[in-house]
C-alpha cells in the first residue's frame, strides 16, 4: 500500500491488527470475520493471528532479543531458535534492543512478529527507518524472506520503489481514499490518475486537448502540440515513462516525426552507461549506446519525441474530467483523520 | 557626562546580590538542623533510642505505614494505570481529586475523615452497625496516611505510565497477549524506576504525617502514637527524647531523598538509552 504520509496506510493496518477500530466497514480473513460493523463483530488483536512490524519497531527495550522473540503467546524455544537463524540474530539473543543497529532491530521486529506463526504479516514502513546503505541490504533480504514465508504480507511504505521490490501488487492510497489497485507494473504502465502516475515515477506533462475524431490535439503549457489516438477534452495529463522518450538526432522535418517536442537540457547525468536528462518539462532516460544521447548537453536544445503508444492520458485533479476518476473507497476506513 | 558603570562590574554585583540572598535562605534553612543535632545529647541518643516509649511508638509508625503504603500500592498503581492509559470525560477531574490531598491542609484532611467514619458521619451510623469503629484506632492512623501520602505515589506513577511508550502494549497485543498479561508484562516493569520514586515520596510523606493523624486518630501511646505524635508528646517530659527522635527522623528523611535522586537519575539514564524506541512525534498513537 503505498501513499504519501498522512494518507492512512498506517490506520489502515492498525485496523487490520485490531488496535484501531474503524467507524464502518469489515475486515475478513479466510472468511472468518474480524470485524464487522454492521453485525457488531470485533477480536481484539490477542485473538487475531496477525504479525505487526511497527515502523520504529517497539521492541521491550526491557527485555533482550530472545526473550522478545519468546514474548509471543505461541512461540516456543524451538521455533524462537529456528528465527534467531534465520535472521541471522543468534550472535545477538542476549543483547538489549538499545544497542542494536537499524537493521538488526528491524530484523529482531520481524522474527517476533514471525515468532507466534502468524497468518498475515503487516509491515509498516519496514525500510522508512534505515540508512541508505542498510536499505538496500535489508530490501534483498526482505523480499528472499517473504518469497519463502509465503504468508500473506501487506506492507506500506511511502516510496513506490519499494513496492517494486518487494510487492506484487499495490494499492495506491490518497488522503484515506484507494485510487487504484494492482499489479507494480500495470501501476505504473497504465495509472489512471496523475497522481499514481507521478507516483509510479512517469513525467506528468500538463496540457489542453482539443478533442477529435479518432485523434486529440494535445496542447502542452509552452504552446507545442502532440497528438494522441484517442478521445480527450479539457485539462489533462500526458503520462510517459522517462525511459519511454526518445531523444531525436535531428529537428523534424515537416511533422516528421510525429510528436517531437523542442526543450531546453535543463538538467544532465550519466551515471556509467545510463543517462538522465530532463528536456524542458520532461524527465528523460536513455543508454549511452543511444547515438542521439551524445547531442545532449546541458543548457543547450534538444529535441524529444513522445511516442504516441507509450502515452497515457488521464484527467488532472481539478478539471471537469475527474469526475470520471476511478476511486474507491477503502473498506477498512474509517471517519476518523488519518495519522 | 557621567560615565555609565562598567557592564563588568554591573555584573559582579549582580552575582554578588545572589549569593547574598542564597546565603541567607540556605543559612536559615540549615539552622534548625544543627541546632538539632547540636542540642541533642548525641552520646546519649543509642541509649535514649532503646527506652521501651520509643520502641511502642516505632512499632505504632513502622505498622500503619506497611499498611497505608499497601494500601496506596494495591490500589494506587491500577488507578494511575487506568489513569495514564484511558481517555474518557471526567478525566481531568478524577486526576485533579487525585492530587487534591497533596494542597489540603492536613487539618482539613484530619476533619473530613471525622466527618466521613466517626459516629454520625457519613460513614459512620453504617459502619457502627456494622460493628466498626474506626476513629482514634490504629486503623486511623492507616486512613490518614493513605489519605495524605497517596497523591505523592500515584501522581509519580501516571506520569511513569505515561512515559511508557503506548506502541509497546500494542505489540504485546498483536503478539496474542491480552490487556492484564500486557501491563503485568510490560507497562509495569518498564514503569517501575517511576512507581518506586513515586513510593519513596508517598513513604517520606506517610512518616512525616502529623495533622490529619493527631485529629483523626488521636495520640494515644502504643495504638495511635507514631514518631511525629511522639516528638510533640515527650517535648515537655522528656525534651531529649524529642531530640532523639528528631535526629532519627532527619536521618531518615535525608535517606529518603537519596534514595529518591539516585533512583531518578538512574531512570534518567534508563529513559535515555531507550529514548531511541520514542516514536516519532508526526506518527499517530
Avoid at chain 1, 113 to 126: I, K, N, S
Wanted: some cysteine.
Amino acid at each position: 500500500m503505498v501513499g504519501p504520509s498522512g494518507a492512512g496506510k498506517t490506520t489502515v493496518l492498525r485496523a487490520v491488527a485490531g488496535l484501531a477500530r474503524p467507524a464502518r466497514g469489515h475486515i475478513r480473513f479466510d472468511d472468518r470475520p474480524w470485524f464487522d460493523a454492521a453485525a457488531g463483530v470485533w477480536l481484539a488483536p490477542e485473538e487475531r493471528s496477525v504479525g505487526l512490524v511497527f515502523q520504529d519497531y517497539a521492541l521491550f527495550p526491557h527485555l533482550s532479543v530472545r526473550k522478545n522473540l519468546a514474548y509471543g503467546a505461541r512461540s516456543d524455544p524451538a521455533r524462537v531458535d529456528e528465527l534467531l537463524e534465520r535472521l541471522r540474530i543468534a550472535h545477538l539473543d542476549r543483547t538489549k534492543p538499545g544497542t542494536l543497529s537499524g537493521g538488526e532491530r528491524q530484523r529482531v521486529a520481524l522474527a517476533r512478529a514471525l515468532a507466534r506463526r502468524p497468518q498475515v504479516l503487516l509491515l509498516d514502513e519496514p525500510l522508512s527507518a534505515l540508512d541508505a546503505h542498510t536499505r538496500a541490504e535489508i530490501k534483498v533480504q526482505l523480499r528472499e524472506l517473504l518469497g519463502e514465508l509465503a504468508l500473506p504480507t501487506i506492507f506500506i511504505s511511502h516510496d513506490f520503489r519499494d513496492a517494486i521490490a518487494l510487492a506484487d501488487r499495490a494499492a495506491v492510497i490518497v488522503a484515506g481514499k484507494i485510487r487504484q489497485v494492482d499489479s507494480v507494473e500495470s501501476l505504473a504502465r497504465s495509472p489512471t490518475d496523475a497522481f499514481v502516475a507521478a507516483l509510479t515515477g512517469n513525467n506528468v506533462l500538463r496540457a489542453t486537448a482539443s478533442p477529435g475524431e479518432p485523434r486529440s490535439t494535445l496542447t502542452l503549457e509552452d504552446g507545442q502540440q502532440i497528438e494522441v489516438p484517442a478521445r480527450a477534452a479539457g485539462s489533462v495529463g500526458i503520462v510517459i515513462a522517462p525511459g519511454d522518450v526518445e531523444v531525436l538526432a535531428a529537428a523534424p522535418t515537416d511533422g516528421d516525426p510525429a510528436n517531437a517536442l523542442r526543450g531546453k537540457v535543463a538538467s544532465l547525468t550519466r551515471l556509467g552507461r545510463r543517462i538522465e536528462a530532463r528536456v524542458g518539462p520532461v524527465e528523460v532516460e536513455c543508454r549511452a549506446e543511444d547515438a542521439a544521447s551524445l547531442l545532449l548537453e546541458t543548457g543547450g536544445d534538444a529535441w524529444i519525441r513522445l511516442p504516441e503508444e507509450a502515452i497515457t492520458v488521464v484527467p488532472l485533479d481539478g478539471s471537469a474530467a475527474t469526475a470520471a476518476e476511478p476511486q474507491r473507497t477503502l473498506p477498512a476506513s474509517s471517519t476518523q483523520r488519518f495519522e | 557626562m557621567r560615565m555609565p558603570t562598567t557592564p563588568g562590574a554591573g555584573r559582579a554585583g549582580f552575582t554578588a546580590l545572589l549569593a547574598l540572598a542564597a546565603g541567607i535562605l540556605l543559612t536559615f534553612l540549615a539552622l534548625p538542623l544543627v541546632a538539632l543535632f547540636t542540642q541533642a545529647p548525641l552520646g546519649e541518643i543509642p541509649h535514649l533510642l532503646s527506652e521501651p516509649v520509643l520502641q511502642e511508638i516505632l512499632v505504632v509508625t513502622l505498622k500503619t505505614n506497611a499498611f497505608a503504603n499497601l494500601l496506596i500500592i494495591g490500589l494506587g498503581t491500577p488507578t494511575a494505570y487506568l489513569l495514564a492509559t484511558r481517555r474518557f470525560p471526567g478525566r481531568a477531574l478524577l486526576v485533579t481529586l487525585v492530587e487534591l490531598p497533596l494542597v489540603l491542609p492536613p487539618a482539613v484532611a484530619g476533619i473530613g475523615l471525622l466527618a466521613a467514619f466517626s459516629a454520625g458521619g457519613l460513614l459512620g451510623t453504617p459502619l457502627q452497625e456494622a460493628g466498626i469503629s474506626i476513629p482514634f484506632t490504629q486503623w486511623a492512623v492507616v486512613l490518614a496516611i493513605t489519605f495524605v501520602a497517596s497523591p505523592f505515589y500515584v501522581r509519580q506513577a501516571i506520569a511513569a505510565f505515561e512515559a511508557v511508550d503506548p506502541r509497546l502494549a500494542d505489540a504485546s497485543r498483536t503478539l496474542g497477549v491480552g490487556p492484564a498479561l500486557t501491563f503485568w508484562r510490560v507497562s509495569l516493569p518498564l514503569a517501575a524506576g517511576g512507581l518506586v520514586a513515586g513510593w519513596v515520596l508517598a513513604f517520606a510523606r506517610g512518616i512525616g504525617e502529623f495533622g490529619a493523624t493527631i485529629m483523626f486518630a488521636g495520640n494515644v501511646r502504643g495504638v495511635t502514637q507514631t514518631l511525629t505524635l511522639g516528638i510533640y508528646e515527650q517535648l515537655d517530659s522528656n525534651f531529649d527524647l524529642s531530640l532523639a527522635i528528631g535526629v532519627l527522623l532527619v536521618i531518615l528523611s535525608a535517606a529518603v531523598l537519596l534514595a529518591y535522586k539516585m533512583i531518578s537519575s538512574w531512570r534518567t539514564s534508563i529513559s535515555t538509552s531507550t529514548s531511541l524506541f520514542r516514536p516519532s512525534q508526526s506518527l499517530q498513537r
